[in-house]
């Protein structure tokens, strides 16, 4: 009997069109839960099994990697209430689910890491690669490096099958409000734009990030490796914010501020996290002016990663889904 596999972090963005995708192609797809969260676009997918238990409650999870061949760690928090939280769901709760995994004999983890585990560019001109030093930013960013660490440390200890997929900014269909609403701030013309605009931000289309899950789980190569999964190339901040203009048909006049006032709020929120509270405003305005440029080259060459979507296809189709679904 064929076994199943597991999807964390569903209902959720990547997590509900992951499982999607694999109910389409015909596989068994547990997903784990947390009661009170409404999961109506899960039970709308024929022959989903539904585990109800608390990532961050080990005791809420026995049995749920029973008979799963693989899990994919999707689950994630990237603006919680406190600093606190990162660590609680992002490294706590990832061992969690390592534990049962080993208790399971599940053969492959695939774990949802994010670029802030290796943090920034540290020139313009040079891509991030998976070579590259590890300067994870802010908390957000430590609790994804070190859940990295965490995984490696189980696949050394115990045989568990790993790959480490670290993605970027997603866009997509289903976008979140906080994706919705930096629509609507370009949408009346007047964005704000820190610095000049010019700096590199790989993107990660939702579908791609989702096709290179699935190379993750059969690759034999992709034991114990990380990958940078990304578009096929970065785009500048100006280019990204005059593509979703584009869609909308506005004249675009940005409000150029200076680069500094970015930098100041990356302090504030650092100084913030240390205290143990985050915002997202300081967090999201602070990096604005930051390269996070990747290079996707090991993951072509090594997964057959081969992403079909790129900037100006993927918003136009993020906009008819927000404008279809009255989110805009």
Known sequence: ?????????????????????????????????????????????????????????????EGVTKDVETVFHCIGIIHPKTAKGFFEINYNGTRNILNQCIKNSVKRFIHISSNAAQG??????????????????????????????????????????????????????????????FMNMVRSGRPLVFGSGKNLRSMTHIDNLVQACLLAEKSKKANCKVYWIADKKPYTTIEIIRTIADEFNVKLKPIY???????????????????????????????????????????????????????????????????????L
């Open 257 to 327: 501020l200076p680069e500094f006032l970015s930098r100041v709020c990356e302090q504030i929120d650092i100084l913030l996290g240390n205290m143990g509270f985050y915002s997202l405003n300081f967090h999201v305005v602070g990096e604005s002016y930051r390269n996070i440029g990747c290079s996707i080259k090991k993951a072509e060459e090594e997964l057959g990663y081969k992403p079909k979507f790129y900037l100006k296809k993927g918003i136009k189709e993020a906009v008819d889904w927000a404008r279809e679904n009255k989110v």
């Open 120 to 181: 920034f560019n540290l020139s313009r001109d040079k891509l991030m690669d998976e070579n590259g030093p590890m300067r994870p930013e802010s908390n957000y960013g430590l609790s994804k490096y070190r859940a990295e660490k965490l995984i490696d440390y189980f696949h050394k200890r115990y045989g568990l099958e790993t790959v480490i997929l670290r993605p970027c900014l997603f866009y997509g269909i289903r976008q979140p409000s906080r994706f919705t609403k």
């Open 1 to 61: 009997m064929k076994k199943k596999v597991l999807v964390t972090g569903a209902p959720g963005w990547l997590g509900t069109r992951l499982v999607e995708d694999l109910v389409n192609k015909k596989r068994k797809v547990r997903c784990l839960v947390l009661r009170g969260i409404d999961v109506s676009d899960l039970t709308k997918l024929k022959g989903v099994e539904l585990f109800y238990g608390d990532i961050t409650k080990p005791s809420t999870l």
